[in-house]
């Protein structure tokens, strides 16, 4: 594989994330809205991109990428969630801090280094967010029967195992009502009126807005 710019690596990781949210090729648009930048930016990335054999881009039709581009991919995200776990693990960084300092340091190329780390932190498979981390051979592990706390069942035992959304204000959110992964977690009841919800939160009630649960990943016990 050739090696990529940070730029390169970050659009790579872009569209592997929005294929995954839309389900169909990425448009410039999509991926514009993504990198916070100018359509035409993008444009002239994903030629560059297809000249590497990383994406199979159509005009009007969108991107897709290669097996070659997905394993560039998940290499990257592979780094950025071992650091995270470091940062959280050995560090003791709150993990509302970690998502922009493992942005810097998912560009080391060194293999070594990250096969090192992933062997020094006893190769865990999920991050601090609860996200999978792909090994080196880019195989990831996902846990069986995740659902959104928003359409968990009432009075169905869970265990919080993750957000789908990891920005710094979120988390903070869930630091300050005390939510933490591995907690166990029910639904005891609904409200109509704002959609929010009323949760037993390990033997403490607790009332959730509709958004917050929404962003809470919980596997059924």
Known sequence: MNHLTQSEENYIKAIYYL???LNKPV???DL???METKASSVTDMVRRLAEKSLIQYEKYKGCELTEEGKKA???TIRKHRLWE???VEKLSFGWDEVHEIAEQLEHIQSVKLTNRLDEFLDFPKFDPHGDPIPDQNG?????EETVKLIDLKINK???ITGVADSSASFLKYLDKHGIELG???QVKDRFEFDHSTEVLLNDKLLNLSAEASSKIIVQIK
């Open 32 to 34: 514009a809205n993504r």
């Open 157 to 159: 035992p869970a265990e």
């Open 19 to 21: 294929e995954k949210t």
């Open 73 to 75: 991919a998940l290499k």
């Open 139 to 143: 195989e990831i592990i996902h846990r």
């Open 183 to 185: 907690m166990a977690i």
């Open 85 to 87: 776990t470091f940062l």
């Open 27 to 29: 448009g410039t648009n």
